[in-house]
């Protein structure tokens, strides 16, 4: 393949992946993406939280604490050609080419965890009620001690769930 054939895959390819992760919805860090490593959430020790990412130049949400739900990481094994680098020398010279030999199983993270705390009231709003955050691991085991319609104070890592 060409450089300038493969310019052009590579710049089809971010177009894709672009038009696709803005047609994910839900928005956030923690979105469903295989590539990315399941990680857990930071947290601090304390109610108020620091955000990551694009939440971080989120505010603080306040509201009546109305459900919590965890949703699970989600993985599936899966496989793939198995590469070798194989060289060859010759007269003062070596080449080394990448064959394919066999395939290899892996596992494949389909979908990220994730925990959620839902608000009733955000803001002292009550016409904003059952408004989902993702938030870290720290916060929602926070907000699973808390009675429901206690009120909570954080900083969501992404909005909906």
């Not at 493969?6 to 994910?24: D, E, F, N, Q, S």
């Not at 007269?91 to 064959?99: A, E, F, H, L, Q």
């Not at 199983?105 to 709003?125: A, F, I, K, M, P």
């Amino acid at each position: 393949m060409s450089s300038k054939r493969r310019l052009m895959a590579a710049g089809l390819t971010v177009v894709i992946m672009a038009a696709l992760g803005a047609c994910g919805g839900g928005g956030g860090k923690d979105d469903d993406d295989p590539w990315r490593d399941s990680t857990a959430g930071g947290g601090s020790s304390d109610q108020y939280d620091e955000g990551e990412g694009a939440a971080s130049t989120a505010t603080t949400v306040t509201g009546l604490r109305d459900d919590v739900r965890h949703i699970s990481r989600k993985t599936a094994k899966a496989t793939r050609p198995h590469m070798v680098r194989k060289c060859r020398s010759s007269k003062g010279s070596r080449k080394c080419t990448t064959v394919r030999s066999g395939t290899e199983t892996y596992t494949r993270v389909v979908r990220q965890e994730r925990w959620c705390v839902s608000l009733n009231d955000v803001g002292g709003d009550t016409s904003k009620d059952a408004v989902w955050y993702q938030v870290t691991q720290a916060t929602y085991a926070k907000a699973v001690d808390a009675d429901r319609l206690d009120k909570l104070r954080f900083t969501p890592t992404a909005t909906g769930c």
